[in-house]
C-alpha cells in the first residue's frame, strides 16, 4: 500500500490504482508516487505508474484500469484524462496479447 502522509486527500480512484501495483515497483517509482501525492500531484504518479506499467509488461488488474477510466473521467485537463486513457488502452491491449 502506498505511504502517504494525507491519504485522505488523494482521489480515491488515484489510490486505488497505485495500491495495487505498489509491491511491484521499483522503489525510485514509489518514492516518485508517495512524493508527488504528498504535493498534491496524484494524477501524475497515476500516469508515471501506468506507463511504467505498459513499458515493462507489468500486470494491471482490470478492476485498476477501471478506476483509471473513471479518474480520466473526473479531470479537468484533457491531456491528463487522454494520457491515462491511452495507457489504459495499451494494458489492455498487452493484456490480450497476453493471455
Same mark, same amino acid.
Given at each position: ?12 480512484? =488515484? /489510490? @486505488?490504482?497505485?495500491? *495495487? %501495483?505498489?509491491?511491484?515497483?521499483? &522503489?525510485?517509482? $514509489?518514492?516518485? +508516487? ?18 511504467? =506499467? /505498459? @513499458?515493462?509488461?507489468? *500486470? %494491471?488488474?482490470?478492476?485498476?484500469? &477501471?478506476?483509471? $477510466?473513471?479518474? +480520466? ?20 491491449? @498487452? ?5
Amino acid at each position: 500500500m502506498i505511504e502517504i502522509v494525507n491519504r485522505q486527500l488523494v482521489d480515491a480512484d =488515484a /489510490l @486505488a490504482i497505485m495500491d *495495487s %501495483v505498489w509491491n511491484q515497483l521499483p &522503489n525510485d517509482l $514509489r518514492a516518485y +508516487a508517495a512524493s508527488s501525492c504528498d504535493d498534491d500531484e496524484d494524477v501524475s504518479a497515476v500516469i508515471a505508474i501506468l506507463d511504467y =506499467a /505498459l @513499458a515493462t509488461g507489468l *500486470s %494491471v488488474s482490470k478492476a485498476a484500469l &477501471n478506476k483509471a $477510466r473513471s479518474l +480520466a473521467e473526473k479531470l479537468s485537463r484533457d491531456v491528463d484524462a487522454r494520457r491515462i486513457l491511452e495507457l489504459v488502452a495499451g494494458l489492455n491491449e @498487452a493484456g490480450t496479447k497476453a493471455a
